[in-house]
C-alpha cells in the first residue's frame, strides 16, 4: 500500500471506508495504519514530509530491519514491564513512547 496516497486521502477529509475504496485495499487493512498515524501524534501534512524509508519504519513490515528495530525494541522490555506494573500505566503510552523514541532517532539521523 502507498502511505502517501493514504495521507494524501486523509487530508482531503477522506474516510477510512473512503480511502479503502478509492485504494481498492480492504478497510481492515486502511484501520491499522490509520492507527499507527495517529499514534505518532503528528499531522498527516508533517508526515508527508518523511522519506519513504522513514514512514515505512512507523510499520511493522516484514524486513531485515525488522530484526534491528526488534533488537531496539527488545531493549525497552524490562522498562515496560517495570512501567506496566505502576498504576495508570498502559500498553498504549507505552507503545507512544516508543514510537517517539523512533521519530528522534528518525530525526537525529537526518541531521547528520
Known amino acids: 500500500m502507498d502511505i502517501r496516497q493514504l495521507l494524501l486521502l486523509k487530508i482531503k477529509g477522506e474516510s477510512n471506508r473512503s480511502c479503502s475504496k478509492i485504494l ?60 506496566l506494573m505502576r498504576p495508570g500505566s498502559t500498553r498504549e503510552v507505552l507503545w507512544r513512547e516508543y514510537l517517539q523514541s523512533i521519530l528522534n532517532r528518525i530525526s537525529r539521523d537526518s541531521i547528520i
Open 24 to 83: 481498492s485495499i480492504h478497510r481492515n487493512t486502511i484501520d491499522p495504519y490509520i492507527r499507527l498515524l495517529n499514534a505518532c501524534e503528528l499531522s498527516y501534512t508533517e508526515l508527508l514530509d518523511f522519506s519513504d524509508v522513514d514512514l515505512l519504519e512507523l510499520f511493522p513490515i516484514s524486513s531485515n530491519s525488522d530484526t534491528d528495530r526488534y533488537q531496539i525494541l527488545i531493549q525497552y522490555f524490562p522498562y515496560f514491564k517495570k512501567e
